[in-house]
Nanobody
Framework: VQLQASGGGLVQAGGSLRLSCAAS????????MAWFRQAPGKEREFVAA????????YYADSVNGRFTISRDDAKNMVYLQMNSLKPEDTAVYHC???????????????WGQGTQVTVSS
């Protein structure tokens, strides 16, 4: 599976962004999907995951209630709607595909290029 994230940018605190992840290659429906982020000088952090069916989602405590993950299997797309953004959300965001759900740690089966999100105070 090839993954490409997009939709990042610069936003003020309290604003919103919607990230997209386009998948290609192996059957998209075979994989649970997840978003991770990595800020400079920090370790990779799990953000959110969605099951293969899309019927279940799991969030890190730091984003729960502010972020929403979704998927559109007809378009081979995964989305991350981010609301009420905070400066500490600043990071490079990556999408990932894995046979396990939720994939909150370790190396996922597939890992995509990231998109930069910068939240100014």
């Amino acid at each position: 599976v090839q993954l490409q994230a997009s939709g990042g940018g610069l936003v003020q605190a309290g604003g919103s962004l919607r990230l997209s992840c386009a998948a290609s290659g192996r059957p998209f429906g075979n994989y649970a999907m997840a978003w991770f982020r990595q800020a400079p000088g920090k370790e990779r952090e799990f953000v959110a995951a969605i099951s293969r069916s899309g019927g279940s989602a799991y969030y890190a405590d730091s984003v729960n209630g502010r972020f929403t993950i979704s998927r559109d299997d007809a378009k081979n797309m995964v989305y991350l709607q981010m609301n009420s953004l905070k400066p500490e959300d600043t990071a490079v965001y990556h999408c990932a595909a894995d046979r396990n759900y939720p994939k909150v740690s370790g190396e996922p089966d597939y890992w995509g290029q990231g998109t930069q999100v910068t939240v100014s105070s």
